[in-house]
């Protein structure tokens, strides 16, 4: 599927600042808008939904020229699960299934990042094979990220891709997985349409393509020089967020 004025572009998979990622969301925001061709994004942060209502809140006061998604990557008990369409958070630490199901009475949709890969806490080909052989509408999820330009992606991009076209036949993503400003975009999903609702739509009929290009080493170099922050805020900034909402919400008798 080539770029044109009937193709949409969209990168579902993009950290902030409000989590362990190093661009402020306001800063990732003007990135978006004048530095990429992007037409829709989500701010995906481990764990929490903060970050994704800074960007919506954001985007409703400023004329942004792309949509954006609320989303988060939840850590579940067999790896990391890519949530979009929430108005609340889901606890982390809980079964997939379960994860699944929450995310769906909500009304949203996910997609599984960087599967089976043993770089990063990711779903295995355990838990890929049951929720997508298996007939069961209430634990199915919407999507694979098939191509992940990070080495974690990287190492079972082949392997993700026969299994994918043999046997689960689910609907194929891309995402950066940024981290900072200048990855954004260098993995992104093409697909018919321009807006949210058409990259939904797509989703549902399988007509998404991935695109985009692995990190090179230079790549990798400038990931080096931020690896400080990111552990700082990866290690001790959110886990102490992570607490915080914790006996925030234990106190006001609501779910984590």
């Known amino acids: 599927?080539?770029?044109?004025?009937?193709?949409?572009?969209?990168?579902?998979?993009?950290h902030s600042g409000a989590g362990d990622g190093v661009a402020a969301v306001a800063d990732i925001l003007e990135y978006v808008e004048h530095e990429t061709d992007l037409d829709l994004i989500a701010i995906t942060d481990h764990d929490m939904l903060l970050g994704a209502l800074e960007a919506r809140e954001l985007?409703?006061?400023?004329?942004?020229?792309?949509?954006?998604?609320?989303g988060m990557e939840i850590t579940t008990l067999e790896g990391h699960l890519l949530a979009y369409d929430?108005?609340?958070?889901?606890?982390?630490?809980?079964?997939?299934a379960r994860t699944i199901r929450l995310i769906h009475e909500q009304g949203g949709f996910c997609v599984v990042p960087h599967?089976?890969?043993?770089l990063t806490r990711s779903i295995g080909y355990r838990g890929l094979r049951r929720i997508a052989e298996e007939e069961r509408d209430d634990v199915t999820v919407e999507g694979l990220e098939v191509l992940n330009p990070t080495l974690a992606g990287r190492?079972?991009?082949?392997?993700?891709?026969?299994?994918?076209?043999?046997?689960w036949h689910l609907a194929e993503v891309g995402g950066s997985d940024a981290h900072s400003l200048e990855f954004i975009g260098s993995g992104h999903t093409l697909f018919p349409g321009k807006s949210a609702d058409?990259?939904?739509?797509?989703?549902k009929e399988r007509t998404t393509q991935a695109g985009g290009r692995f990190l090179d080493l230079e790549d990798h170099r400038r990931l080096?020089?931020?690896?400080g922050e990111q552990m700082l805020r990866s290690l001790v900034i959110m886990p102490g967020q992570h607490v915080k909402r914790a006996i925030d919400s234990a106190r006001k008798g609501q779910q984590v």
């Open 1 to 14: 599927m080539e770029a044109d004025t009937k193709t949409g572009k969209a990168d579902l998979h993009i």
């Open 59 to 70: 985007a409703a006061r400023q004329q942004y020229r792309f949509e954006i998604m609320v």
């Open 86 to 96: 929430l108005e609340r958070p889901i606890r982390m630490l809980m079964p997939l």
């Open 115 to 118: 599967p089976m890969s043993w």
């Open 155 to 167: 190492v079972i991009y082949e392997k993700v891709l026969t299994m994918n076209h043999s046997r």
């Open 198 to 203: 058409d990259f939904r739509r797509a989703l």
């Open 224 to 227: 080096m020089s931020i690896a």
